[in-house]
């Protein structure tokens, strides 16, 4: 970013000094609860539960391993009967007196997610990016009205349509599928879509697509080679919006998803009632999931204002 | 307007703008419309989900007439009112204060806000997840470092009536100041300098230049986040959710968290379409004439 601005307290070097340094103090405190958690996935179960809390500790893989097995607790003289441990975690698991039993529903949840969010995301943004070139180019009748039409389908709480759609679902035998899931994100992420593509694509000049149709294109032919391409960027920027909403979203997930389509976010909380208060792995599950999150951050970080404000504020 | 690209090949433009919006506009009316039409004809019933083959029968305003008149709907509104009051108040103040810090360029900037903005982009029901570890009474990072502060002995932060409330407002904040942060500073950066200079020019001080120049022209940002925060806010769900899930008792149970249990677990379906439309509509009201008095005073 160009400082193209310059800001009125620029002259003094003290004030700006002490400005990044409250600053500095601001992200060091922002960022502990982050790390704690990160810290804690590499725990061990007692590492986590001591008092005060360990802020140097002896690295462990427990937790990990705990929030992709499930395991049973089984009296000594029993797991001296079994073979030696096979592998690095399930001696792990051994030493805690306990046996695997199985793979846990972690990653079947993870993977819903990446479905369900790249599904939806696709969807969304592709037909998002059709009604956004209509409304940026074309004389629409009541353009205004449509377009605060598709921005307040986002003002419902979500609970509010969620029991019709559970009833509507149910009735169309859609309740607890993927599809369901990826036709309903579609939707909730059309207005975002919608609004932010209309923004990327009256950036873009008329000229070029109306260049190519005097060449020979028909208009369908401008939108799909001039237009998508010149509008890369924010696309792009939109469809990482729409997988972070996705990623993210809890309350239809919660009510209308349960053992085929459920997606992280309603799992994770359960892992807690899996054998006691299973901090480590309730670290490495919120790790694993938020990581995704955060490099998209980093990558969206010229965009993120426009996102998270439908457009409004640019720059 | 037509004669013009009326010319080239393939579809009309009019053909083309409809067959680019429809499948939108299909789309939005049958996941969002319809189950909002659904919600307010459900909500002039006595209708149970759970109870198929149950008569469903007309029964007029009664639910709304429940809703309205009975004294803990009108305690779950005050428990939002507090907990968006608070969180706007609050995130207004850090989000310009840190916006007003950014400003001043220093090196790493950019980065900086980065990293700041992290906390918004999470998921709020897993945020609220492993908030309840750091406020664990026993062995939580936040009760310990507030302990090594001032010793305030065990305390729970949700498990406490009086506590739990603030539990909220404070991880909401950690969560959304950013947010605020972030559109101020694209308002401070907006301010063009020949503004300051002229005030220099002028002799003002540095706080009436803040006050004259600064300060009304952030104002109309400010404003938008607020907004943004509100109606979010208002509809708040997820985080507390995971939080607090409405307790202890019914100390943190929001609109939405109320209208989940009556939604969902007590399955009084007519009853909770009722409460969601009355919800609804004091958003779009609350939205609407906010829009207006921001309108007058960006025109200002």
């Known amino acids: 970013m160009m400082d193209t601005s310059r800001s009125p307290s620029e002259a003094s070097g003290f004030s700006r000094k002490l400005a990044a340094t409250i600053i500095i103090?601001?992200?060091?405190?922002?960022?502990?609860?982050?790390?704690?958690?990160?810290?804690?996935?590499?725990?061990?179960?007692?590492?986590?539960?001591?008092?005060?809390?360990?802020?140097?500790?002896?690295?462990?893989?427990?937790?990990?391993?705990?929030?992709?097995?499930?395991?049973?607790?089984?009296?000594?003289?029993?797991?001296?009967?079994?073979?030696?441990?096979?592998?690095?975690?399930?001696?792990?698991?051994?030493?805690?007196?306990?046996?695997?039993?199985?793979?846990?529903?972690?990653?079947?949840?993870?993977?819903?997610?990446?479905?369900?969010?790249?599904?939806?995301?696709?969807?969304?943004?592709?037909?998002?990016?059709?009604?956004?070139?209509?409304?940026?180019?074309?004389?629409v009748p009541l353009k205004d009205d449509l377009l605060f039409f598709i921005l307040s389908t986002r003002m419902f709480p979500p609970i509010a349509v969620a029991v019709p759609i559970f009833i509507m679902y149910r009735k169309l035998g859609l309740g607890d599928t993927h599809v369901g899931?990826?036709?309903?994100?579609?939707?909730?992420?059309?207005?975002?879509?919608?609004?932010?593509?209309?923004g990327f694509m009256d950036e873009i000049p008329r000229e070029y697509e109306e260049a190519a149709m005097i060449d020979g294109y028909s208009r369908m032919q401008a939108f799909f080679k001039v237009v998508l391409p010149q509008a890369t960027t924010g696309i792009a920027a939109t469809a990482i919006f729409c997988m972070i909403?996705?990623?993210?979203?809890?309350?239809?997930?919660?009510?209308?998803?349960?053992?085929?389509?459920?997606?992280?976010?309603?799992?994770?909380p359960t892992i807690i009632g899996e054998g006691g208060l299973d901090w480590p792995a309730i670290g490495a599950g919120t790790t694993l999931f938020l990581i995704p999150v955060m490099i998209f951050t980093v990558v969206l970080r010229k965009h993120l204002l426009r996102g998270i404000t439908f457009g409004a504020v640019r720059k | 307007m037509k004669s013009a690209v009326k010319k080239f090949k393939g579809l009309s433009d009019k053909a083309i703008a409809w067959i680019f919006i429809a499948p939108t506009l299909i789309l939005l009316l049958a996941i969002n419309?319809?189950?909002?039409?659904?919600?307010?004809?459900?909500s002039f019933t006595n209708f149970y989900a759970n109870k198929i083959g149950r008569e469903v029968k007309f029964v007029g305003l009664k639910n709304y007439k429940k809703i309205l008149g009975k004294e803990e709907i009108w305690e779950k509104m005050q428990i939002t009112a507090h907990f968006v009051c608070w969180?706007?108040?609050?995130?207004?103040?850090?989000?310009?204060?840190?916006?007003?810090?950014?400003?001043?360029?220093?090196?790493?900037?950019?980065?900086?806000?980065t990293l700041i903005v992290l906390p918004m982009m999470l998921s709020p029901a897993v945020v609220g997840v492993f908030w309840t570890y750091l406020y664990n009474p026993?062995?939580?990072?936040?009760?310990?470092?507030?302990?090594?502060?001032?010793?305030?002995?065990?305390?729970?932060?949700i498990g406490s009536s009086t506590l739990a409330p603030w539990s909220i407002v404070i991880v909401d904040t950690w969560m959304w100041t950013p947010f605020t942060m972030l559109i101020c500073l694209a308002g401070l950066r907006s301010i063009p300098n020949y503004l300051y200079e002229?005030?220099?020019?002028?002799?003002?001080?540095?706080?009436?230049?803040?006050?004259?120049?600064?300060?009304?022209?952030?104002?109309?940002?400010?404003?938008l986040a607020l907004l943004f925060r509100g109606i979010e806010n208002f509809k708040m769900f997820d985080l507390v959710a995971e939080l607090t899930s409405g307790g202890p008792g019914s100390a943190t149970e929001l609109a939405s968290i109320n209208l989940k249990r009556e939604a969902f677990e007590k399955w009084k379906t007519g009853y909770s379409s009722a409460f969601a439309v009355i919800l609804f509509v004091t958003i779009f009201g609350f939205g609407n004439v906010y829009v207006k008095v921001m309108n007058k005073i960006k025109d200002r």
Do not use: C
Request: aromatic share 16%.
């Open chain 1, 25 to 139: 103090v601001y992200m060091v405190v922002t960022l502990i609860p982050i790390s704690w958690m990160v810290a804690t996935s590499f725990k061990s179960v007692d590492s986590a539960i001591s008092y005060p809390p360990e802020v140097f500790f002896e690295p462990s893989l427990e937790g990990y391993v705990n929030l992709f097995t499930n395991r049973s607790r089984q009296p000594k003289d029993y797991l001296d009967t079994l073979p030696p441990p096979d592998t690095w975690y399930e001696e792990l698991v051994r030493s805690r007196e306990m046996v695997i039993t199985g793979p846990s529903k972690f990653l079947p949840r993870y993977s819903n997610s990446l479905i369900i969010g790249f599904g939806a995301t696709f969807f969304s943004v592709f037909l998002g990016s059709l009604a956004a070139y209509a409304l940026s180019r074309f004389k």
């Open chain 1, 181 to 198: 899931m990826i036709i309903l994100y579609t939707v909730v992420n059309l207005s975002l879509s919608v609004w932010l593509l209309k």
């Open chain 1, 245 to 268: 909403f996705s990623w993210n979203e809890y309350a239809f997930a919660v009510l209308l998803t349960q053992f085929n389509a459920q997606t992280a976010p309603p799992f994770i």
């Open chain 2, 33 to 42: 419309i319809y189950p909002l039409i659904y919600a307010i004809r459900m």
């Open chain 2, 87 to 113: 969180t706007l108040v609050i995130q207004a103040l850090i989000g310009l204060g840190l916006a007003l810090l950014l400003n001043k360029k220093f090196k790493g900037n950019e980065l900086l806000t």
């Open chain 2, 138 to 157: 026993q062995v939580g990072l936040f009760n310990y470092v507030v302990n090594f502060f001032y010793d305030f002995g065990i305390f729970d932060m």
């Open chain 2, 198 to 223: 002229a005030a220099e020019v002028d002799r003002a001080s540095k706080w009436q230049q803040f006050i004259h120049i600064t300060l009304p022209s952030v104002l109309p940002f400010l404003l």
